[in-house]
């Protein structure tokens, strides 16, 4: 049966009006599915986007939005085995639909734990400290981040149609951005079936999902400066978009991931005798072969030491021959076919671009014979390792992507010519070292770092737990320079940073604290009758303020805890010794005596709705304190976040100063607090 996909606009399922493109699976070329856009409003979609989903995803915290996310993942993890069945005939075997299908929920999860565990219970987030304008502090100035209020337009290959939408769609979300998400048509009936579970799932808002099956047509004409676009895919494709009037003249931030020429070098310590070198090999046969060398990711250069290049290739040779090509249904087969044939005969053709400059010496990309499978009808193709003749002379090398089980050996004679090589891919998403040499990997590491988005440095310490060359993580930047788009998805919290429009706010301390809900040194105080620690979550103000009864710090005290803790350290002890000193007059305070009297100072002892006090944050010491002088604290209410039904944050504002009002030490106490007294 061929499906007919549809596309889900303005809340409902709208199959296109023109002739549909055809989609061929894989491995039999057998039409199995059919996507058609035409007749889409894309400027209704837009608006239905800007003007009800966005709306209601704004009202929502950001922990409230990484529970929709924990909900998504756990509604597409029950589902999954559907999405897992459809799978063999995008081309890739069980292991690779792991990559793409649990991959992308796990990337999901990912976000959700994040966001509940990094981000405020707040629709804002705010960015560094507080700048001081003025001489009285009366001026101040603050960043902070707010949800912009447009639409996350994004763009996905054919290689990983589950992943490649999830790994989007997730930050922009938590950032309180609604989606369209336009899949590559190879593919498309995959990315269907898991927006469909998305839809159903009535888990979102209206408006915060659509998706297009087809061409976008006129949508880039309708973008504005509070859009954002994300895409992956070709550096032609990319230039084209990137380049279009709408998004230049309304500087409309476009975040793109596309052609890379991904590097790993092999170490000169790493010979045959070592476990770098098996390591090394495993690795470059892995992205070789995993999803058919179908990942932006994957490697397709191998740098190695002049010295080691005939035992890498009979190493890679042998492990190659070895490989089972052909139907990814059967439990033998590690490699299937490429997404379609259009895409065989593109790598075909590019393998004959990269045989000017490198001689192939295993595979043949026209000769390969698959388990279950027609090889004429199916997309199939042999591993193909190539290599280079001139590695001074090559160009294609360089800049001849072959998306597909393809990669070629590059010979170096010293470091300094693997950096260069590595570097002249002009900017790649991911490059590896295999060493276990820490001088080779610091060179390495600083010559080509600038080149690469992400660099792995692999070794017999790391190899067995490390999630390799090619495996994106959610909590790391994915991206990279030049060549490979300049853009950075993924990254954890810096993923949805870049759907935020972070801005400069200036006024008052009162205006700030109160727009911020962040209380700062010269918003007013509140002061009541009770103690602050007597006060329920909810009872308590941003500003509410203690200020303690003085406490004199003796010598004796100074001494006592020296000795009770072990803390001798001479400025404590010997004033001989401190004579001269830059920072301190004499002998002086213990910081943490300071702390702990301070503690003494401004704890209510009595059980109340203070639960337990987890930590302080941003501890400076700003002047000595000397035997003889005393110290007081002054404890604000500095902000407060809900963390579930029964406690929330409270973050307080410490100040310890001397007799004179001057500060001696300043920090952020966090508390969880009792809903109720």
């Given at each position: 049966?061929?499906?007919?996909?549809?596309?889900?606009?303005?809340?409902?399922?709208?199959?296109?009006?023109?002739?549909?493109?055809?989609?061929?699976?894989?491995?039999?070329?057998?039409?199995?599915?059919?996507?058609?856009?035409?007749?889409?409003?894309?400027?209704?979609?837009?608006?239905?986007?800007?003007?009800?989903?966005?709306?209601?995803?704004?009202?929502?915290?950001?922990?409230?939005?990484?529970?929709?996310?924990?909900?998504?993942?756990?509604?597409?993890?029950?589902?999954?085995?559907?999405?897992?069945?459809?799978?063999?005939?995008?081309?890739?075997?069980?292991?690779?639909?792991?990559?793409?299908?649990?991959?992308?929920?796990?990337?999901?999860?990912?976000?959700?734990?994040?966001?509940?565990?990094?981000?405020?219970n707040e629709t804002f987030l705010i960015d560094g400290e507080v700048e001081n304008l003025s001489k009285t502090g009366s001026f101040i100035g603050q960043h902070a981040y707010f949800s912009r209020e447009g639409v996350a337009v994004?763009?996905?290959?054919?290689?990983?149609?589950?992943?490649?939408?999830?790994?989007?769609?997730?930050?922009?979300?938590?950032?309180?951005?609604?989606?369209?998400v336009k899949p590559a048509t190879t593919g498309a009936f995959l990315a269907e079936a898991a927006a469909r579970m998305i839809v159903e799932s009535n888990i979102l808002p209206p408006g915060v999902f659509q998706f297009v099956c087809g061409a976008v047509h006129d949508l880039f004409d309708h973008l504005t400066g509070q859009d954002m676009v994300g895409f992956t895919g070709s550096i032609e494709t990319s230039a084209r978009l990137q380049s279009h009037p709408g998004i230049l003249k309304n500087a409309v931030p476009f975040v793109a991931e596309r052609d890379s020429l991904n590097c790993s070098i092999l170490g000169p310590d790493a010979t045959p005798e070592t476990p770098e070198f098996d390591i090394y090999i495993r690795e470059v046969l892995r992205e070789m072969t995993a999803k058919a060398g179908q990942k932006c990711t994957a490697i397709r250069r191998i740098l190695v030491p002049e010295s080691q290049a005939e035992?890498?290739?009979?190493?890679?040779?042998?492990?190659?021959?070895?490989?089972?090509?052909?139907?990814?249904?059967?439990?033998?087969?590690?490699?299937?076919?490429?997404?379609s044939l259009a895409q065989r005969r593109d790598v075909s053709a590019r393998i004959n671009m990269l045989s000017k400059e490198a001689d192939i010496v295993?595979?043949?990309?026209?000769?390969?014979?698959?388990?279950?499978?027609?090889?004429?009808?199916?997309?199939?193709?042999?591993?193909v390792l190539l290599r280079a003749r001139d590695v001074s002379g090559a160009e294609s090398i360089h800049s001849v992507e072959a998306f597909g089980p393809v990669a070629t050996i590059l010979p170096y004679r010293d470091l300094d010519q693997a950096v260069a090589l590595a570097n002249r891919g002009e900017g790649s998403l991911v490059g590896s070292l295999v060493t276990h040499d820490p001088d080779v990997a610091r060179q390495v590491i600083f010559g080509a770092g600038a080149f690469h988005g992400r660099m792995l440095v692999l070794d017999r310490d790391c190899a067995k737990e490390s999630t390799g060359h090619g495996s994106p993580m959610p909590h790391l930047i994915h991206g990279g320079p030049g060549?490979?788009?300049?853009?950075?998805?993924?990254?954890?919290?810096?993923?949805?940073?870049?759907?935020?429009?972070?801005?400069?706010?200036?006024?008052?301390?009162?205006?700030?604290?109160?727009?911020?809900?962040?209380?700062?040194?010269?918003?007013?105080?509140?002061?009541?009758?009770?103690?602050?620690?007597?006060?329920?979550?909810?009872?308590?103000?941003?500003?509410?303020?203690?200020?303690?009864?003085?406490?004199?710090?003796?010598?004796?005290?100074?001494?006592?805890?020296?000795?009770?803790?072990?803390?001798?350290?001479?400025?404590?002890?010997?004033?001989?010794?401190?004579?001269?000193?830059?920072?301190?007059?004499?002998?002086?305070?213990?910081?943490?005596?300071?702390?702990a009297f301070a503690a003494g100072l401004f704890v209510e002892p009595k059980r109340g709705p203070v639960l337990a006090n987890?930590?302080?944050?941003?501890?400076?010491?700003?002047?000595?304190?000397?035997?003889?002088?005393?110290?007081?604290?002054?404890?604000?209410?500095?902000?407060?976040?809900?963390?579930?039904?029964?406690?929330?944050?409270?973050?307080?504002?410490?100040?310890?100063?001397?007799?004179?009002?001057?500060?001696?030490?300043?920090?952020?106490?966090?508390?969880?607090?009792?809903?109720?007294?």
């Amino acid at each position: 049966m061929i499906l007919g996909l549809k596309s889900y606009a303005e809340g409902h399922w709208v199959a296109g009006k023109g002739a549909p493109a055809e989609i061929a699976s894989a491995v039999t070329g057998a039409i199995i599915a059919h996507a058609n856009s035409d007749g889409l409003d894309m400027a209704a979609m837009l608006r239905f986007a800007r003007t009800v989903g966005g709306p209601a995803l704004r009202k929502l915290t950001f922990h409230q939005r990484a529970e929709l996310l924990k909900k998504i993942a756990q509604h597409l993890t029950a589902n999954k085995d559907a999405l897992y069945a459809l799978s063999y005939d995008t081309g890739a075997t069980k292991t690779d639909s792991w990559i793409d299908i649990d991959g992308g929920i796990g990337t999901v999860f990912t976000f959700a734990s994040k966001g509940k565990r990094e981000l405020p219970n707040e629709t804002f987030l705010i960015d560094g400290e507080v700048e001081n304008l003025s001489k009285t502090g009366s001026f101040i100035g603050q960043h902070a981040y707010f949800s912009r209020e447009g639409v996350a337009v994004q763009i996905n290959a054919f290689n990983f149609p589950v992943w490649g939408m999830l790994e989007k769609l997730a930050p922009a979300i938590l950032s309180g951005m609604p989606v369209i998400v336009k899949p590559a048509t190879t593919g498309a009936f995959l990315a269907e079936a898991a927006a469909r579970m998305i839809v159903e799932s009535n888990i979102l808002p209206p408006g915060v999902f659509q998706f297009v099956c087809g061409a976008v047509h006129d949508l880039f004409d309708h973008l504005t400066g509070q859009d954002m676009v994300g895409f992956t895919g070709s550096i032609e494709t990319s230039a084209r978009l990137q380049s279009h009037p709408g998004i230049l003249k309304n500087a409309v931030p476009f975040v793109a991931e596309r052609d890379s020429l991904n590097c790993s070098i092999l170490g000169p310590d790493a010979t045959p005798e070592t476990p770098e070198f098996d390591i090394y090999i495993r690795e470059v046969l892995r992205e070789m072969t995993a999803k058919a060398g179908q990942k932006c990711t994957a490697i397709r250069r191998i740098l190695v030491p002049e010295s080691q290049a005939e035992a890498v290739s009979a190493a890679l040779s042998e492990r190659l021959a070895k490989i089972r090509i052909g139907d990814p249904r059967l439990e033998t087969t590690r490699m299937g076919p490429l997404a379609s044939l259009a895409q065989r005969r593109d790598v075909s053709a590019r393998i004959n671009m990269l045989s000017k400059e490198a001689d192939i010496v295993f595979g043949d990309p026209a000769k390969v014979a698959p388990d279950g499978a027609d090889a004429e009808r199916g997309a199939f193709i042999s591993p193909v390792l190539l290599r280079a003749r001139d590695v001074s002379g090559a160009e294609s090398i360089h800049s001849v992507e072959a998306f597909g089980p393809v990669a070629t050996i590059l010979p170096y004679r010293d470091l300094d010519q693997a950096v260069a090589l590595a570097n002249r891919g002009e900017g790649s998403l991911v490059g590896s070292l295999v060493t276990h040499d820490p001088d080779v990997a610091r060179q390495v590491i600083f010559g080509a770092g600038a080149f690469h988005g992400r660099m792995l440095v692999l070794d017999r310490d790391c190899a067995k737990e490390s999630t390799g060359h090619g495996s994106p993580m959610p909590h790391l930047i994915h991206g990279g320079p030049g060549r490979a788009g300049g853009g950075e998805e993924l990254g954890g919290i810096r993923a949805v940073k870049h759907h935020l429009r972070r801005i400069a706010l200036q006024g008052s301390p009162a205006t700030i604290a109160s727009l911020l809900k962040s209380w700062t040194k010269g918003a007013p105080e509140i002061e009541k009758d009770e103690h602050p620690f007597r006060y329920a979550f909810g009872e308590l103000d941003l500003g509410q303020s203690f200020h303690s009864k003085e406490r004199v710090v003796t010598l004796e005290d100074i001494e006592h805890f020296a000795h009770f803790t072990g803390d001798t350290f001479y400025a404590h002890m010997d004033e001989e010794a401190v004579k001269g000193h830059p920072f301190f007059p004499g002998r002086v305070a213990h910081g943490y005596l300071l702390l702990a009297f301070a503690a003494g100072l401004f704890v209510e002892p009595k059980r109340g709705p203070v639960l337990a006090n987890y930590g302080l944050d941003n501890l400076r010491f700003m002047k000595p304190v000397q035997p003889g002088e005393a110290i007081k604290v002054r404890l604000t209410v500095k902000s407060k976040s809900p963390r579930n039904a029964d406690y929330g944050e409270v973050r307080w504002d410490v100040e310890i100063t001397n007799g004179a009002g001057e500060t001696c030490a300043t920090y952020q106490l966090l508390t969880m607090n009792a809903y109720v007294r």
